[in-house]
């Protein structure tokens, strides 16, 4: 509707008109920065996240429900694969999904639900392990602030020492990689230790960081952002 009412109003492309989204949200309406990003980890497994089968998240209840079920996904004809298990890390799906109940009902489906979660959430309650999952306070990491204008790169320095049984994600799924196979911990870190993981995040915009001058050395030193 906001696109369609500047249309009508022939706002679209005059100076100061025009329309824009999302600017409660993550710096929208920010001009984005061209300088390095945190990116996500890249895998071992040759050929990437593409090297296996996935579906698009938003139809996960869809999968449960219809198993070997077409569909269609960016143009092409795809298959629901039958889900027995699921390991569910990072997202609230009982939060985002239009239709609570239906997903309960679908939930039910697979033989056996394991999550990593920091609270006692609606998906944690439905699943059959939970595994608690250090919080922010509780590890050494690394965040942006703005999605939209990659502004700042921000060290979050640990407060607190893991409370209970919780235990870093980056550590639940080296252990289970080598629980797997013989070798398969040396495999998932490369080597790289997880709660000094300062460096292991940052080398990977570091080639990008180096063109725009960010000082990584000075960034995890002092604790403050930069931009």
């Keep these: 509707m906001i696109v369609t009412l500047a249309a009508m ?6 100076p100061g008109g025009g329309f824009g989204l999302s600017y409660h949200f993550a710096n929208g309406g920010n001009p984005t920065r061209r300088s390095a990003v945190l990116s996500s980890m890249q895998g071992s497994l040759p050929g990437g996240c593409d090297a296996v089968d996935k ?6 209840v869809e999968a449960l429900e219809n198993p070997g079920g077409a569909y269609q996904h960016n143009g092409m004809n795809r298959h629901f694969p039958d889900i ?8 609230a ?3 985002h999904h239009q239709d609570t109940n239906r997903l309960i009902r679908a939930w039910q489906k697979p033989e056996l639900v394991v999550i990593s979660e920091c609270f006692w959430t609606a998906a944690a309650k439905h699943a059959d392990i939970v595994l608690p999952a250090t919080t922010s306070f509780e590890r050494n990491d690394l965040t ?11 060290p979050m320095k640990q407060v607190v020492p893991p409370r209970y049984e919780a235990r870093n994600d980056f550590d639940v ?6 629980r797997w196979e ?3 911990y040396a495999r998932f870190t490369e080597g790289k230790v997880s709660c000094n993981g300062w460096k292991r ?5 570091g080639s990008a960081g180096q063109a725009s001058r960010l000082n990584c050395r000075h960034l995890l030193s002092s604790g403050k952002p930069t931009s």
């Design 144 to 154: 942006m602030t703005g999605d939209y204008s990659n502004q700042h790169l921000v």
């Design 201 to 205: 995040f940052i080398t990977l915009p």
């Design 173 to 178: 799924f080296a252990e289970l990689s080598e």
């Design 93 to 95: 799906n009982f939060t």
């Design 84 to 91: 027995r298990f699921i390991w569910w890390a990072g997202g």
């Design 182 to 184: 013989k070798g398969g």
């Design 55 to 60: 579906i698009p998240v938003a139809r996960i």
């Design 9 to 14: 109003l022939g706002q679209i492309g005059t």
